[in-house]
């Protein structure tokens, strides 16, 4: 079954302060010039966070199989890649279920969803 | 070896003096170990991850020699449980018992000549935890010294067993990995009474700390962060990017008795990759030199302080770690050196007194992150910074690098240093992205990529024999895949290479020429060793497939890495027919 695009959207918006959330400031090397990381609504958009985490396995934005398999006009279910977002499966792939919130892996399976070959 | 301790004097002189002094007051066993483990070659033991401190991964036996080769067939296997993503350890050897770890840092203890169990560990692992890893569950070494095995696991802790029982001796939890998502998968390193062992990082937020632990008690005693681990070294991190750090020491270094330095290899900052091209002093994700990742450092094993090092790649942006490479000891022309070859295919050679560059020199072909290094400097020419958007041409080497993380061996009798090279490049798009300040159990890439063949043919692999100072080369093996596993050398006048597809090949230590050859069934991506059992040499090859490099050949060259067995492995040992 497909998970329509119109919920992802609604999914999407209330999780935008995750990446903020990660950003606990310190005095430590504050005199340092700031790096370009403000917290955006990129960290609810499932390509940014393709390109942090999924990347590193599914190559070219998860067009091409690598280290993990090809994504692009995958056959599998929406339910099923959500599961193995959320549980992974040992020496393959780990389980982002507990980092990752409902809303963004939503994100990520629409960004899989929507690619291209 | 207790009387390196306080060897660290200016005068040669000296330093005998002392070491004759203390020698008298330890035990035999004791002052033996020391001997073996300061050689140039290992003998009837393999007692430390690399072979000796020297690093050569060369047996001075040579029972089984360039004549008789021909004759090796197996003696016995061994079968380890729960083999997820192979086997990928160096096995020790001491007083004719073979002892190796294996996935989920499970040990086994086998009778040398015949393969008999003496006693299996299996430690109780986070499950939890290690099923949010991808580095992992694997374990690629152990140690051994005082009447001790040492292992780290996943879960971060470092366990002592006892040699002869295997019971525990004491368990340490030295790294919080339910919050840093990483713990431990390299050998540790012992060192007089200081047990060694260094975390993973790179990718995962963390300041990727190397601990020292009395090797007794399993008392932590001391730690030292890759990242901003000194005040100087905090101001090479702008902002708060320290928070996202990386870095680590995921392989094991080795020791210098002579200036009672531990040598360590470090990992690359996080995010791998990012945009700020050539402006990554001021700007970008983790502004500065981001020291110390991407470096070699030499510690004080007594205390864990930094003694001097050498960063191989400032502000690293392409995820070429330095530490993979071991660290070859050698003396040349009066000069004591060390050879270190870092993941971007360049070998560093320094002076083991201050690691000052002495030379640098390229072991692949397709090299276009820089221009070049300058052999007296060590300064990076041409870098190639990266920004927003398509990477065109494609980055070389690829990000599974031009060298990777098992050895090559060095023949103190012919002089040559053998080298597994790695040709391949990279389709890329670097994306901007938010980095992780806190650890959580994520990752921190920055790009989206494909590895792809280099301009120069398909991607694939070499063996090449050279002088390790001068990078000269005497003689080349090509492979149609880049063997992942270490290199032996041995007195007998032999290489051996175990490669991907499960061939053990054993070549003509001055020719290259192939003598021998066996199919182990399974891909190769773990450390061969030589030793002796009951008067016989045997040659030890772990077999077993499923590495994150490995994972890359299923695409990259189809069958038979499509149907390779990737939970299984073997420890397949070979001797002289009779």
Known sequence: MRIPLLIVSAIIWPFLSTGALAQQSSPVGAANPLPQAEASPDDIEGGKMFATTCGFCHQEGGRHAGRGPKLSKSERSDEYLVERIKKGKVGAMPAYGSVFSDGQIIAILAYIRGLDD | MIFYGRSVVGCAALAVAAQVAVTVSVSPARAQNAAALNAEATMNDWPTYHGTYKSYHYSGLDQINAGNVKNLEVAWMHFPERATRGLQSTPLALDGVLYYSGSYSRVYALDGATGKTIWAYAPELDEELVAKQTHSPYNRGIAIGGGNLYVGTVDGRLIALDLKTGKSVWDTKLLDSKKVTVGFTGAPLVVKDMVIIGAQG????????????????????????????TEEAMKTWGGESWRTGGGGGWMPGTYDPETNSVWWGTANPAPLYDWSGADWKKSGPRPGDNLYTTSVIALDPDTGKLKFYHQELPHDAWDFDSSVGEFVMLERGGKKLVVHANKSGYV?????????????????????????????????????????????????????????????????KNGLFYRIGQEWCMEMSVEKTTPILEPMAQLNIGATFKIVAPPDGPARGHLSARDPVTGAKKWEVAYKQPPLASVLATAGNLVFVPDAEGIVHAYNADTGEELWSRNNGMGHNAGIISYMAGGKQYVAVPAGWGSLVADEFVALYGEPFKSMSKNTGAMIVYTLRQ
């Open chain 2, 348 to 412: 560093f050679v320094y002076d083991r007194s201050n690691a000052k560059v002495e030379n640098v020199w390229a072991l692949v072909k397709n090299i276009n992150f820089v221009k070049s290094i300058d052999p007296k400097t060590g300064e990076l020419i041409g870098r190639r910074d990266l920004v927003e958007g398509k990477v065109d041409p494609p980055l070389c080497p690829a990000i599974a690098g031009g060298i990777s993380w098992n050895s090559g061996a060095y023949s103190p």
């Open chain 2, 202 to 229: 790179g990718e995962w937020t963390g300041r990727g700390p190397i601990f020292g632990v009395d090797g007794k008690t399993g008392q932590k005693k001391w730690e030292f962060f890759t990242v901003a681990g």
